[in-house]
Structures are given as structure tokens and as C-alpha cells.
């Protein structure tokens, strides 16, 4: 008796199917819906697109899946050609809805698109009917969901898709000011102003710590009875715990000791560093023979150019401007945590050797200056 005839499965039936499966999930990889069709004329399945906040928007893009595990036309590893029956390119255009093509590989698991539309739009194309495939930007995958997105939301729709959530790394300029003097001294003054005091203290030897003038008292961490600032007090001295003053929920006191604390960075400072009044930062000083300086080195670090010349691009001998790192110091309390936080500056030009001291240059607060004022 002979053997029974089975029903078999072809090759490219189970090759078909694998296309249409890649599709179905990278298209649900995307945030989309898939949907095959019972019955193909050309036409496998439809995306339904649906905006990044989870809003169906009725609308939906064509798809015709084309598989094979063979080698494509002109195939190299980075892009191949392929040829589209006439038949159905006249079917993909004469429709309403936009049409992409997909074209995959499922023993590799790998899958590329293009647009219809945007590839046979010119008639000499559309008489070629061969489009070449990138492999690298044109790969059927959730980064292909932005560009899909495009092409079934008409420009005249109204529709206002939300940007999807992404993850940002954000590089704060924020300095924790991690301790600060116990004590806060607080004087009568015996000046007016602060251009009468900075006089005074000019004819006064030693160092002056940071002083603030408020209300007819001078304030400051020094201790004015064993200071130059004695010069600019005119009666006792009271002593204040600072915590009250740094923790105070008085937004004017807030403020004074915000200033204090600027005050005292910009005066416990070393003689490299230099405070320019009328831009109201602090900078490196130039060298003595205006060469490049460079601080952090060793330790496998390459270090950072606090100072250094910008030489002309049309004379490259002639130094157009010096670089200086500059720090523009602010203080608030956020959270309850004091921090500095800077603007940075920009670059000034400069000729010959005029005065490079009065010049600054961008550069984030950070880099200009860490630590905790004394």
C-alpha cells in the first residue's frame, strides 16, 4: 500500500511568517499597534500609531512585509538594493494612507524600512523602481518610531505629540559649603561706607577678614578686637552663634549672611588669585611672563589651563587675548544646605601685553574653584 501524501509546509511559508513576526514585535517595541490583515492584496498589516503619552490618534501607516533569508541585490555590510514589483508600487501609490516596506531577514533576525512615498515621489525613480538600503540608519526597530510617526501624522492634522521621556544627566554648578566659622562678631561701625572702610583698612597692617556694612554695624567671622577690622568698629563687640544666622528663616537675614560668606571667599583668597571690583569675580593671576599655567597635574591627570594666551588665527605670532579662569561666586541655601553657585564669564580681546589681568574667560564655576571658605 503506498504512503499517505501529507500536507506540507513550504520554506517561504514558515520565511513569511517570520517576517510578519518581526514586524508585530518591533512594532509593539515602538508603542504601536499591529494589526495583520486576513486577507493581502499587497498590503500585509497596518500600524496604528499612538502618540508617546498613550493617546490612540486613529491614524495608521501601511506596512507590506518582504522576507527572505537569501542574500539581497548588491549586498554588502552596510547597505543592498531592491526592486519592487510594478504591480504593487502602482497599489502602494494609488492609495490614501502612507505605505512602508519592510523588508527582513528572520534566520538573522534583522529587518530594514523605507517610506513608499518618500522613495518613488520622483517619476524617474518610480520608472527604476529599486531603492538602495542603508543598514545602519534605516534598520526596522524602535528608533525607527519617531520617523514612522511623521509619516502618518499629516502636517495639517492639528496633532501636538508630546516629546517621549528621556534621561538627562545634569552637571550642577552647585559647591556644598560644608562648614564655616562658629562665630559671628558683630560691631558698631565707625564708617559711613565701604569706601571709607576699605581706606582705613589700607592704613591698618595686617590681613582683614571679609566684612559686611549693615544698618550702622559691621559684621564679619573676624574677630575685630584681634584684627585690622578694629580700625572700622567704634564700641563692643558682641559674639553670635552663625548657626542662627545660616539657618534663619528671615529671608533679609538670609540674604546678609549670603553676603558675608561671598565677602569672606573673595578675602581668604592666595596672592595667584585676583578679585576684579568692577566685574565682581575672582581669577588666576597672570604669570610672571604671561606662559600658559596649568594646575591639577599628575596623578595620570592632565590638568586644566587656569591661564594661558590665545594666539591670532591670520598672525600666529601675535598673542590675539589672554584666557583667565574666572569664578563669579553667589551663595544660597537650598534644602538647608549652603552652596555656591557661579555664572561663568566670557572672553575679552586684547592686544600686545595691555593689562591681561583685567580679562576673563568661560569657564564653569566648578573648575574655577572647590573647597570650603575658612
Not at 188 to 193: E, G, K, L, Q, S
Not at 210 to 217: A, M, Q
Not at 222 to 233: E, I, N
Amino acid at each position: 500500500m503506498p504512503p499517505r501524501r501529507r500536507k506540507k509546509v513550504a520554506p517561504q511559508t514558515l520565511i513569511g511568517e517570520g517576517g510578519v513576526s518581526i514586524i508585530a514585535r518591533r512594532v509593539n517595541e515602538m508603542g504601536f499597534l499591529y494589526h495583520d490583515r486576513r486577507v493581502d492584496h499587497g498590503i500585509d498589516g497596518e500600524i496604528e500609531l499612538v502618540a508617546p503619552n498613550g493617546d490612540a490618534l486613529n491614524l495608521v501607516v501601511m506596512v507590506q512585509s518582504k522576507a527572505s533569508n537569501r542574500p539581497r541585490s548588491f549586498e554588502t555590510a552596510d547597505s543592498f538594493q531592491w526592486t519592487a514589483d510594478q504591480a504593487d508600487l502602482d497599489y502602494w501609490l494609488g492609495g490614501n494612507a502612507p505605505v512602508i516596506v519592510v523588508l527582513s531577514r528572520p534566520a538573522d533576525n534583522l529587518a530594514w524600512w523605507f517610506d513608499v512615498r518618500a522613495e518613488f515621489s520622483d517619476p524617474r525613480r518610480r520608472a527604476e523602481r529599486t531603492v538602495t538600503i542603508n543598514k545602519h540608519t534605516q534598520s526596522f526597530d524602535k528608533t525607527a518610531a519617531a520617523a514612522i510617526m511623521r509619516i502618518g501624522v499629516p502636517r495639517d492634522s492639528g496633532i501636538f505629540l508630546v516629546s517621549p521621556p528621556k534621561n538627562e544627566l545634569l552637571t550642577t554648578n552647585l559647591l556644598p559649603i560644608e562648614r564655616w566659622p562658629d562665630t559671628l562678631f558683630i560691631a558698631p561701625a565707625a564708617v559711613r561706607d565701604y569706601a571709607e572702610g576699605w581706606e582705613r583698612l589700607k592704613e591698618t597692617p595686617g590681613i582683614a577678614a571679609g566684612w559686611i556694612l549693615r544698618d550702622g554695624v559691621v559684621l564679619s567671622f573676624g574677630d575685630p578686637r584681634t584684627s585690622p577690622l578694629r580700625a572700622l568698629c567704634d564700641g563692643g563687640v558682641e559674639c553670635h552663634d552663625s548657626a542662627k544666622w545660616s539657618d534663619s528663616d528671615d529671608e533679609d537675614t538670609a540674604h546678609v549672611f549670603a553676603d558675608l560668606l561671598r565677602r569672606t571667599l573673595v578675602s581668604d583668597r592666595g596672592r595667584d588669585v585676583h578679585w576684579h571690583q568692577s566685574r565682581h569675580h575672582l581669577h588666576f593671576r597672570a604669570t610672571h611672563n604671561l606662559k600658559a599655567r596649568v594646575v591639577g597635574r599628575g596623578n595620570g591627570k592632565r590638568g586644566r589651563t587656569v591661564f594661558g594666551p590665545h594666539y591670532s588665527k591670520t598672525e600666529p605670532d601675535r598673542v590675539s587675548y589672554y584666557h583667565h579662569a574666572a569664578l563669579n561666586p553667589r551663595f544660597r541655601r537650598i534644602d538647608g544646605t549652603w552652596s555656591a553657585t557661579s555664572a561663568s564669564t566670557t572672553a575679552s580681546p586684547m592686544t600686545g601685553r595691555t593689562s591681561p589681568r583685567s580679562l576673563t574667560a568661560s569657564w564653569p564655576a566648578s573648575n574655577a574653584w572647590s573647597g570650603t571658605p575658612r
